[in-house]
T-cell receptor, first 110, second 114 residues
């Protein structure tokens, strides 16, 4: 079963615009991570936010975490065509494993 | 060279055949994982291993088995492949952070079972 669910499933924007993806999860977590996957390739880790953190930045990425709402968002600012990919959230809880959501497919149009 | 290497990258086989997917890593991590990816379903955990003597079932282990031959090697076997095991398979590693830290993924093994 999926712990995290991303919203929207697909997002299409113009280059230069901001892209926001949301992740909701069901049970308590130790941390939440975001990954990127280019078509047919392996996933690449983007950012990790711990349960006691509310916001984290990395370059053009901004991640927020609201544990009371069991939700997180990933904001990509000033998007580029090269940002076109699938983005997954993954949660780490009491189990010794990461559980992935079903992903958001982002298309950035040049 | 890639830190996490999967072989084969692509495989087409027939129902009932035994298939082994291999994973090797040069990151020196103790923890290794096998995930399966199907369109629209994200990644689902098949098996994971926290060291050579520690093997654990994941969410969808039925029909699969694994072997941790060494710290750097973790292989996934399908004893008798069936068409619904057609998927993209990923191996991943992580270090021993408290909780679960960042995963490092291989490039995937695309398996088609006819």
């Amino acid at each position: 079963s999926q712990q995290g669910e991303e919203d929207p499933q697909a997002l299409s924007i113009q280059e230069g615009e901001n892209a926001t993806m949301n992740c909701s999860y069901k049970t308590s977590i130790n941390n939440l991570q975001w990954y990127r996957q280019n078509s047919g390739r392996g996933l690449v880790h983007l950012i990790l936010i711990r349960s006691n953190e509310r916001e984290k930045h990395s370059g053009r990425l901004r991640v927020t975490l609201d544990t009371s709402k069991k939700s997180s968002s990933l904001l990509i600012t000033a998007s580029r065509a090269a940002d076109t990919a699938s983005y997954f959230c993954a949660t780490s809880g009491s189990a010794r494993q990461l559980t992935f959501g079903s992903g958001t497919q982002l298309t950035v149009l040049p | 060279d890639a830190d996490v290497t999967q072989t084969p990258r692509n495989r087409i086989t027939k129902t009932g055949k035994r298939i082994m997917l291999e994973c090797s890593q040069t990151k020196g991590h103790d923890r290794m994982y096998w995930y399966r990816q199907d369109p629209g379903l994200g990644l689902r955990l098949i098996y994971y291993s926290f060291d050579v003597k520690d093997i654990n079932k994941g969410e969808i282990s039925d029909g699969y088995s694994v072997s941790r031959q060494a710290q750097a090697k973790f292989s996934l076997s399908l004893e008798s492949a069936i068409p619904n095991q057609t998927a993209l398979y990923f191996c991943a590693t992580s270090d021993n952070l408290v909780g679960t830290g960042e995963l490092f993924f291989g490039e995937g093994s695309r398996l088609t079972v006819l």
